[in-house]
């Protein structure tokens, strides 16, 4: 069984920064990728950042690209989301994704519990 446990969100005004993090645990062979999602009320769930674990590659969605930074500690298996520039409309609940290995045969995207980030004044 594998746990995805995010921390970090919270209520900030326009223009401040915020750090999401995101800690894997469990039977863990592996970990391919893991990223991060956001779901605003009434809306779909989105892409929001990934990166492989390896080699450190990052994606980004066009939305926030050079104003949030996705990084990873291997040692940890833990991903961070340093959120800059916040706008009104990245309010919205960060899923953490994960793609891991659990076995030789068994490999499954998992998610956490999600934390909300509001950015307001």
């Known amino acids: 069984q594998v746990q995805l446990v995010e921390s970090g969100g919270g209520l900030v005004e326009p223009g401040g920064s915020l750090r999401l993090s995101c800690a894997a645990s469990?039977?863990?062979?592996?970990?391919?990728?893991m990223g991060w999602y956001r779901q605003a009320p009434g809306k779909q769930r989105e892409f929001v950042a990934t990166i492989i674990h390896s080699g450190g590659q990052t994606i980004y969605a066009d939305s926030v690209k050079g104003r949030f930074t996705i990084s990873r500690d291997n040692a940890k298996n833990t991903v961070y989301l340093q959120m800059n520039s916040l706008k009104p409309e990245d309010t919205a609940v960060y899923y953490c994704?994960?793609?891991?290995?659990?076995?030789?045969?068994?490999?499954?995207?998992?998610w956490g519990q999600g934390t909300q980030v509001t950015v307001s004044s």
């Open positions: 994704n994960g793609n891991i290995q659990i076995s030789p045969w068994s490999q499954n995207d998992y």
């Open positions: 469990g039977t863990i062979l592996s970990i391919s990728t």
